[in-house]
C-alpha cells in the first residue's frame, strides 16, 4: 500500500537551465503552476545559487513550451529575470529559437547509419542524413530528406533532400552513380568512376566536387541557416 | 534429413535449368542420392537436358492434387539408379502449385534423399515463391552480363530478405578471351557487386549445349572443361575444399582454358 505518494514530475525543477554558446537557456516545465516556476526561479537567480550568474551580461533565451500564458503571468515571470541586470532576454516564447538556442550546437536532424549492401529493387528511405556502409547497387535507390554519404561504391541512384531540401547533398567513397536527385533537380552522372566525391545544386544547377573541398562548403551550408531546417 | 536447393536466377535463359541438371548428375557420381524437382510449371525443360521426357506419365501438379503418389512421378533417370527427376506439368500453369504443397513435397522428398534440387522459374511472381519457399539453401546463377547481374541482385535482396540460407553464386558462361579484351564483366567485379560467395565459374563451351539437346549432361563428359567446374561445384556443395579461394580457381580454371582456347 502506498501511503504518500507524490507525482513523479515534481522531483523535477520547475526549470531547466542550459548553458550555450550563444548565453543561457531557461526551459520552463510547461505542465508547472505559474507561482511554483517563479518561486523557484526567484530562488535560482536570486538566492544563494545566484552567484553562478554573476558577471558581464549575458543573452537569455527563455522558452515556456506549449502553456498558454495570460499578460498578467508573462510580467510576473519577467519580472523575476529583471531581477538580475546582467540579464539581457533576447528571446521569449515556445518559438524554436529559444529552444534551439540550446540544440544548436547539436544536429537535432536524425542521422542513421546503414550497414550493409543496397541491392538493386530494394528501396530505402531516411528520415534526416544517412550513412551507408556498404555498396548502392545499380538500379538500386537510396532516399534521404537529408544528405547521403556512401562509405562504398554508389552505383545505383540517390535521392537527396527528399522534401525540398536544395542544401543536401549526395557523397561517395566511390562516386558512381546512375542518378543523382537533390531536392526535385534529376540529374545523370558523370560518366567517370570518381573517388571521394560529393553531389551539391548551386541555384538549380548540379555540380560535383572532390570531397576535399567539402568542409568549406558546408560551412557556407550551416551559415546560410541550415540549422533552421529540421 | 536431406538438403533442399534451389537454383534459381531472376532472369531467364542464363541457365539454370542446364546448371541443375549439372549439379544434380555431379552430385550423383559422387554417389549422393538426388531428386531433381522442376518447378517451373508449364514451361518445363529439365526432362529434355536430362533425355526423360518421354519416360513422363505423372507430375507435380499430379501428387499435389492427390492424382497419384510421390514415387508414381518419379523418374529414375538413364544412367544412375539414386538420380530422379519430379517433373514440372506441362498443361496447367503456376497457379496450380501452392507455397504449402511444395514445402510439403520437399520435405517428403527430403526425407528419401540426400539433395532435393529445385529448377527455378525466371521472374520473381508466385513461381519463385513457391520454388523458394522450401529451400535449405539457395545458388543463384548468372552470366557475365549486365542484365543478368542486375537481376540476379534483386533475386539476392529478396532471398536475404526471406531469410532463404546463405544464397551462393554460380557465374555461368564466362568467356576468358572477352573477359580479357575487356569485353565481358569479370568474376570479380561480379562477387563484389552482388556481394556472396562464388561457389563456381563456368566457361563458355558449346558442348554444354550440344550435350543438353541430346539429352545427355555434359558433366559425364570428362574432356570438357565445364564438366570439371560442375564437378568441382558438387564437390564444393558437399563441403570439400576444392582449391577454392576463387582467385586461385580463377587462375587454374583460366590457364586450363586459355590452354585449350590456345591448342586448337
Known amino acids: 500500500m502506498i501511503l504518500e505518494s507524490e507525482p513523479l514530475m515534481d522531483h523535477r525543477p520547475p526549470v531547466t537551465v542550459k548553458g550555450t554558446r550563444e548565453g543561457l537557456t531557461f526551459l520552463l516545465d510547461e505542465r508547472a503552476d505559474v507561482e511554483r516556476v517563479c518561486a523557484y526561479l ?28 495570460t499578460p498578467q503571468e508573462t510580467w510576473r515571470i519577467l519580472d523575476v529575470f529583471r531581477k538580475r541586470d546582467n540579464f539581457l532576454v533576447r528571446a521569449w516564447g515556445s518559438t524554436p529559437e529559444a529552444r534551439d538556442a540550446s540544440r544548436r550546437y547539436h544536429d537535432a536532424r536524425a542521422q542513421h547509419i546503414y550497414h550493409g549492401l543496397v541491392r538493386s529493387g530494394q528501396p530505402l528511405s531516411f528520415d534526416g542524413d544517412v550513412v551507408i556502409i556498404g555498396d548502392v547497387n545499380p538500379s538500386a535507390v537510396v532516399e534521404a530528406t537529408g544528405d547521403i554519404y556512401v562509405f562504398g561504391r554508389l552505383l545505383g541512384i540517390a535521392h537527396a533532400g527528399v522534401g525540398g531540401d536544395e542544401t543536401a547533398i549526395v557523397a561517395a567513397a566511390e562516386f558512381a552513380p546512375m542518378q543523382i536527385r537533390i531536392a526535385d533537380v534529376v540529374s ?37 541557416g541550415r540549422e533552421e531546417r529540421r | 534429413m536431406g538438403t533442399a536447393i534451389v537454383m534459381t536466377s531472376g532472369k531467364g535463359g542464363v541457365g539454370k535449368t542446364t546448371t541443375t541438371a549439372n549439379v544434380s548428375t555431379a552430385l550423383a557420381l559422387l554417389g549422393k542420392k538426388v531428386c531433381m524437382v522442376d518447378a517451373d510449371i508449364g514451361l518445363r525443360n529439365l526432362d529434355v537436358v536430362m533425355g526423360l521426357e518421354n519416360r513422363i506419365i505423372y507430375d507435380i501438379v499430379d501428387v499435389a ?37 511444395m514445402v510439403e513435397l520437399v520435405n517428403e522428398l527430403k526425407r528419401s534423399f540426400d539433395f532435393v534440387m529445385i529448377d527455378c522459374p525466371a521472374g520473381i511472381e508466385e513461381g519463385f515463391r513457391v520454388a523458394v519457399a522450401p529451400a535449405d539453401m539457395a545458388i543463384v546463377v548468372t552470366t557475365p552480363e549486365h542484365t543478368a547481374v542486375r537481376d540476379a541482385d534483386r533475386v539476392l535482396g529478396l532471398l536475404e530478405r526471406d531469410k532463404v540460407g546463405e544464397p551462393r553464386l554460380i557465374v555461368n558462361r564466362i568467356r576468358p578471351d572477352m573477359v580479357k579484351r575487356g569485353d565481358m564483366l569479370d568474376i570479380d567485379e561480379i562477387v563484389q557487386v552482388l556481394g556472396c560467395d562464388l561457389l563456381g565459374v563456368i566457361p563458355d563451351d558449346e558442348r554444354v549445349i550440344r550435350n543438353s539437346n541430346r539429352g545427355e549432361p555434359v558433366v559425364l563428359d570428362t574432356a570438357v572443361p565445364a ?38
Open chain 1, 42 to 69: 526567484e530562488t535560482l537567480i536570486t538566492g544563494e545559487t545566484g552567484k553562478l550568474f554573476e558577471g558581464p551580461t549575458v543573452d537569455v533565451y527563455v522558452d515556456y513550451g506549449k502553456r498558454t500564458l
Open chain 2, 227 to 264: 564438366a570439371t567446374a560442375y564437378r568441382n561445384i558438387a564437390r564444393r556443395i558437399l563441403g570439400e575444399s576444392v582449391p577454392l579461394m576463387h582467385l586461385e580457381e580463377k587462375s587454374g580454371l583460366w590457364g586450363r582454358f586459355r590452354k585449350w582456347v590456345g591448342g586448337r
Open chain 1, 188 to 224: 545523370r552522372a558523370p560518366q567517370m568512376r570518381a573517388t571521394m566525391e560529393y553531389a551539391y545544386l548551386e541555384g538549380r544547377e548540379m555540380r560535383v566536387a572532390e570531397m576535399k573541398y567539402f568542409l568549406p562548403w558546408h560551412k557556407l551550408r550551416k551559415r546560410s
Open chain 2, 65 to 101: 492434387n492427390g492424382d497419384c503418389r510421390l514415387e508414381q512421378a518419379l523418374i529414375r533417370d538413364k544412367r544412375f539408379e539414386h538420380l530422379v527427376l519430379l517433373p514440372a506439368a506441362q498443361t496447367k500453369d503456376k497457379r496450380a502449385l501452392s507455397v504449402e504443397k
